[in-house]
């Protein structure tokens, strides 16, 4: 079982490229620090922008899972 | 009788109620139809001016013209300020206190930008999407005489998506006609990792940007900006001083669409090919207000406004509304020294821009004259 709770989930699915990204970035700005927002895409873009997106801003993919034809990234806000 | 209520004097709105006068003369004509636009300023503005207006290039007598003198004899034009919109009531109350019945409403308000959003913009930061931004910016140009000019997109989506590599673009070109280019460094910041949100333009544009001495930075997502200290902080945690920034603000949806529960996330959500707003039969959308992934273009508002117009026009005569939408877009980008390209593209197809060329260029400067056409049906 996940030992984090996710304080904001997003749901992208259907929005193209950088939408899902674009949302993510919006909400993690929102949060505050520690706290975990998913976001969910299907945009095949994603799987490469996102993970790449979350390492330059110094925060941390907590996981990577396959949701039907969904992609859920689970991002803590570390800083 | 049937009410055809627009809300906006932008393109979208425009084109689709001369289209309908047109289609509909008969109907109007027998007083079974009656087409009202509703618009909150009685004059037009060819927005995409204001990229020109920046450079001096353009003046407000080529790109305002009377809304009345665009509209087809048929259309009643209101000059009121929408408040809000009674779904239920099938309703647009306007800030003047009077309400407009529809048995179809069309919403067309275009979207507005919302520089406060991001804390320091609006005291440190210039923009060509207005027209006011675009004439301070025109005086803090003639005056710049060398230092960091920034071109920063912090708002994603935003009106025109090639404006911030075409002004990255005209500046360097301005520059470099005055003979100041070595004395200005410039730099272009995106939010994603790459120079444009469509791969394809961004494909193109990189190595343009490149040749051009025009210094990129991606992943670049403004938090703040000092404006005592002129530096843009951003959320990765990155700082980019400047000496003249350029930043293309947050935009969002008339304030009175989310009043009236018509938005999600800011933008009205719209059937990608019906162009109804979801939830609502008899409400359209088209232009720059729907969460479309499409370009936020003039072009758009224009092609859609084909489709809503058709739309409409079978719907009253009690026919199937069978046109549908294929997000077709058409963008010309001025890439400086009189040169310029162009792209367009649709759901399935992605943009190919071709070689800049002065021909493209001229083109797009006739466009800017002959728009005047289309805005009232006619191309």
Known sequence: MADYVVHREIDARGSACPGPLMELIRALKAAEKGQVVAVLSTDQGSKVDIPEWVEKAGHKLLATEEDGEATRFVVEKAR | MDDVVIVGGGVGGTVTANLLAEELAPEIAASKVRIRLITDRPEHIYKPAFLYAAF?????????RPQRELLHPAVELVVDPV????????????????SYDY?????????????QRTPGLAEAGEQFYTEEGAQRLYKKLQDFTGGTVVVSVIGVPHMCPVAPLEMAF???????????????????????????SNPAIAAWAAPELAARGIRTETFFNVERIDPQRKVIETIEGTTLAFDLLIGIPEHEAPPFLEASGLTDAGWVPTDRHTLQVKGHDRIYALGDVTDLPVSKAGSVAHYQANVVAQNLAARLRGRPALARYNGKTFCFIETGADKATYVEFDYENPPQPVPASRWIHWAKLAYNQTYWMTARGVV
């Open chain 2, 103 to 115: 048995s179809y409403l069309v919403v067309a308000a275009g979207a507005r930008v919302v520089p």
């Open chain 2, 83 to 98: 408040n809000r919109i009674d779904a239920g009531q099938r309703q647009v109350i306007g800030e003047s206190g009077k």
């Open chain 2, 56 to 64: 001096g290039r353009t003046a407000p007598r080529a790109y305002r």
């Open chain 2, 170 to 196: 005209m500046l360097d070109a301005f520059f470099r006609e005055r003979g100041r280019r070595d004395q200005v460094e410039l730099v272009y910041t995106y939010p994603i990792n790459r120079v444009h």
